[in-house]
């Protein structure tokens, strides 16, 4: 059966430093997608990447960056130079494909950044 | 460009009233549709997904229904609403091209209390 699990419930960080979230997933399936998602304090929920399971190559945006090691079946996601704005709820997700293509969620990650 | 509609974004309503929640989506056809619930706990629950008209799949035996009476419109309803039903409700599509696992794109949601 398909798991996600974010073991940080919660983070706190000072504006500037570096934070890494954590996403450690479960799946029988050898096609696979991630994802992460930012839900602020607004509610809406707010796609950042998408991973598949045949793409181990590391990815950078700006200051976000994803680590995909399917040896350890790890997802992280790490900001650099964390911002205020960065302040959110984080989300990573699984999703084994096929017609229905259900996004199974982990508990999320309560990232709060200090000025 | 792709939209999603769902409403109201605030609803209190009293134990064992009806409920009708409505999401609609305008730039696309036949997407997949999904609603979620977030509990007070932060994890996202998949509650019902359809992969068409009429076609609808429940994840979670609960007192809750889904409806999808034309391509693009899905509305989550209850008949006599319970305390546990709480929560916040989100509303999700996604496009699936053959082969490709397209992410979901959200609602704003709907902050649903019972009291």
């Known amino acids: 059966a398909q798991k996600v699990t974010q073991a940080q419930t919660e983070i706190s960080v000072v504006e500037k430093e570096d934070v890494t979230l954590d996403c450690v997933y479960e799946?029988?399936?050898?096609?696979?997608?991630l994802f992460w998602y930012k839900q602020p304090p607004s509610g809406e929920l707010v796609f950042l990447i998408r991973?598949?399971?045949?793409?181990?190559q590391n990815e950078i945006s700006g200051r976000y960056s994803w680590n995909f090691q399917k040896s350890t079946s790890s997802f992280n996601f790490t900001i650099t130079a964390s911002q205020v704005v960065d302040s959110a709820v984080y989300f990573c997700a699984l999703s084994e494909g096929g017609a229905t293509n259900k996004l199974i969620f982990g508990t999320g990650t309560l990232l709060a950044v200090q000025p | 460009s792709q939209t999603i509609h769902q409403w109201p974004a605030t609803l209190v309503q009293p134990v064992g009233s009806p409920l009708s929640l409505e999401c609609t989506v305008e730039?696309?056809?036949?997407?997949?549709l999904y609603w979620y619930r977030q509990a007070a706990g932060r994890g996202l629950q998949l509650l019902f997904y359809?992969?068409?008209?009429?076609?609808i799949s429940s994840e979670v035996p609960q007192n809750l229904s889904a409806s999808r009476p034309q391509d693009r419109q899905f509305i989550l309803s209850s008949k006599k609403l319970l305390l546990s039903d709480s929560g916040f409700y989100l509303c999700?599509?996604?496009?699936?091209?053959?082969?490709?696992?397209?992410?979901?794109?959200f609602g704003n949601g709907t902050r649903l209390t019972v009291t």
């Open positions: 359809s992969i068409g008209i009429d076609q």
């Open positions: 991973r598949n399971s045949f793409d181990e």
């Open positions: 730039g696309t056809s036949n997407p997949n």
């Open positions: 999700a599509w996604r496009v699936t091209p053959a082969g490709e696992n397209s992410p979901l794109h």
């Open positions: 799946t029988r399936d050898t096609t696979y997608y």
